[in-house]
């Protein structure tokens, strides 16, 4: 089974605040969980990706925590800015499949001022 | 760098029309990808070429879509004829080559509305 759930849907949250975005997949042949930062109009960017031989990798205000055993990730945005109300995608890839993404549903985040 | 570039960025067609898009990728990018997004969901794949030679294209619709990438450049995507369902809005992405090393660039994308 190749898909990725993701959860919420959507997500408002205060500015300063941490919002949290939860990832779950079945395969266990997945090697690359990058996340992408989605603005209206605007392609999916890549925000930060981690391999499942670590547990957790941060870059600045966002941090993926990983649970192999679980088969669950997820995005953490600390200091949650109005700047980062966007659509955030999870995803997976093998990497010998030639690195086609298989994304998740999307959360709508809101950062309210 | 210039990004991806996607043409038109929107079309309104009626269905059974034909529709067709186009992209140019970043230079030097091996790898190109088309996705359609339907509103509220995830990318997801059509067509993966390398080069000029098409990778994985399992889950093109074939009986009405095609997508060719002549000389291994610019690629153009083909609906037709469009139904209601193909409603979505259709992203092209290239990277310099496959695997995690190589980050997925993606374009504008195509808004399409089909009635």
């Known amino acids: 089974q190749q898909q990725v759930k993701q959860s919420p849907q959507s997500l408002i949250v205060q500015k300063g605040g941490i919002s949290i975005i939860n990832c779950a997949y079945e395969?266990?042949?997945?090697?690359?969980f990058p996340w992408y930062q989605q603005f209206p109009g605007k392609g999916p960017a890549l925000l930060i990706a981690i391999r499942p031989d670590v547990s957790e990798k941060k870059e600045g205000r966002f941090t993926i925590s990983f649970n192999k055993s679980a088969k669950q990730f997820s995005l953490h945005i600390m200091d949650s800015q109005p700047g980062d109300s966007a659509t955030y995608f999870c995803?997976?890839?093998?990497?010998?499949?030639?690195?086609?993404?298989?994304f998740g549903e999307g959360t709508q985040l809101t950062v309210n001022p | 760098e210039a990004g991806v570039a996607q043409s038109p960025r929107y079309k309104i067609i009626e269905k059974r029309q034909s529709v067709a898009f186009w992209c140019n990728p970043i230079s030097g990018h091996a790898t190109l990808y088309w996705y359609q997004q339907i509103l509220g969901q995830g990318p997801k794949l059509l067509i993966q070429f390398q080069n000029n030679g098409v990778v994985d294209d399992s889950q093109l619709p074939k009986d009405r879509f095609s997508a060719e990438r002549l000389k291994g450049v610019d690629s153009t995507l083909k609906i037709q004829p469009a139904k209601l369902e193909d409603s979505a809005v259709y992203l092209c992405?290239?990277?310099?080559?496959?695997?995690?090393?190589?980050?997925?660039?993606f374009g504008p994308g195509t808004r399409l509305t089909v009635t």
């Open positions: 992405a290239s990277s310099r080559g496959t695997g995690r090393s190589y980050e997925q660039y």
């Open positions: 395969n266990t042949a997945f090697d690359y």
């Open positions: 995803a997976a890839t093998i990497e010998t499949s030639g690195s086609r993404l298989t």
